[in-house]
């Protein structure tokens, strides 16, 4: 049997991040994808945005770690030449009622530690952004966007550069705690070969399949596995030349950040995501879907052209709250959760995950 110091399995931005981490602090380290590929999960299905930090509660987990990795993520992308672009981005009341909302949100962010928001009138706003419609704005200058699959490889790079090694089309079947650690046995998909491996360290970074993988661990509680929901986010995008230069959020709403527009690298205009609670992972984007997109964007886009929507992608978020219920917080359990010496499951990383990855990775080293 094999030996290793870690297995991590799940081959995404957080799963990548986290074996950087580790195989930089010499253990070495193996990555375990299912997929052929990195990172064709959640990490290369969302908005792709440099998160400031301005929605979530204070003293959680997504506040702490969007605050730090935001500086973080420009810095690693900085000295790795990962493209990015910090463009900004307004979040915008379009009518009176969502005032006293803008304001929530510039006191909490301030007590979470982000001080560059600038609050907007409407007028102030258009002066930025003249095609937009709105009575008040926030301006957040330090969210930004970056190239998700760059960032995923230069990870990578790294993290094999201190020794990490990966297996891809490869699944994780069982875990099995000993007395000295994990025997953690695998399939390979294309010849169907199993392996088997023992090692010290276990982290579940799944994703969308980390509950299912947590309950394969022989040791762990069944009470420490979260149930967790789909949310169905679908994009579409317009041809032609971008007619902002920031990202453009409404208000949030409840179960995410409502249809926001955000720009790429390569200044396309995209639009997304909705809301749709689904049972199975399906990456099909429904055109229809396309009319609730127009009545929603035309609340701060009136001149949204009719017909110009078309279909990019979606992305599926693991919910640990269903519709209508508070948001939750990252799951991020170590042994004094489950009191597995060694082991830890992250449950629900969706957004900011992305902007989170590499204190998230820091987090997780300290638990093991």
Not at 57 to 82: H, I, T
Not at 83 to 92: F, R, T
Request: net charge negative.
């Amino acid at each position: 049997m094999e030996q290793v110091g870690c297995v991590v399995a799940g081959g995404g931005v957080i799963g990548i991040a986290i074996a950087r981490e580790l195989a930089r602090r010499g253990i070495e380290t193996l990555i375990v994808e299912e997929l052929g590929s990195i990172g064709t999960g959640i990490s290369s299905r969302n908005s792709g945005v440099i998160h400031a930090g301005l929605y979530y509660p204070e003293c959680s987990l997504k506040a702490r770690f969007c605050v730090e990795g935001n500086a973080a993520l420009y810095k690693f992308a900085r000295d790795y030449g990962v493209p990015y672009k910090q463009c900004g981005k307004l979040i915008v009341a379009t009518d009176s009622d969502q005032l006293q909302i803008l304001t929530e949100i510039v006191g909490r962010s301030r007590n979470c530690g982000v001080n560059d928001l600038q609050l907007l009138s409407g007028k102030e706003a258009r002066l930025v952004e003249p095609e937009l419609m709105c009575s008040a704005a926030i301006m957040s200058p330090s969210t930004g966007i970056i190239d998700c699959h760059a960032l995923m490889l230069a990870l990578l790079g790294d993290a094999q550069a201190h020794g990490a090694m990966i297996a891809i089309n490869t699944q994780v079947t069982s875990v099995t705690a000993e007395r000295t650690g994990f025997v953690v046995q695998t399939i390979e998909e294309q010849s169907g070969h199993q392996y088997e491996f023992q090692t010290a360290i276990f982290v579940n970074a799944c994703g969308l399949n980390a509950p299912a993988l947590a309950m394969n661990i022989d040791a762990l509680p069944m009470d420490c596995v979260p149930k967790s929901h789909y949310a169905k986010g679908n994009y579409f995008f317009v041809p032609g030349p971008a007619q902002f230069q920031h990202l453009i959020y409404p208000v949030p709403e409840v179960g995410g950040l409502g249809i926001h527009l955000t720009l790429d690298l390569a200044g396309s205009m995209r639009f997304g995501p909705d809301l749709e609670w689904v049972e199975a992972i399906d990456y099909t984007v429904n055109p229809e879907r396309a009319d609730v997109f127009y009545e929603v964007i035309r609340r701060y886009w009136p001149s949204l052209p009719e017909g110009c929507l078309e279909p990019a992608y979606c992305g599926i978020r693991p919910k640990l709250s269903f519709a209508g219920n508070p948001v939750t917080d990252f799951v991020i359990d170590g042994p004094a959760s489950h009191h597995i010496k060694g082991l830890v499951n992250l449950f629900g990383i969706e957004s900011p995950g992305l902007t989170s990855c590499l204190p998230i990775a820091q987090y997780v080293s300290t638990l093991v």
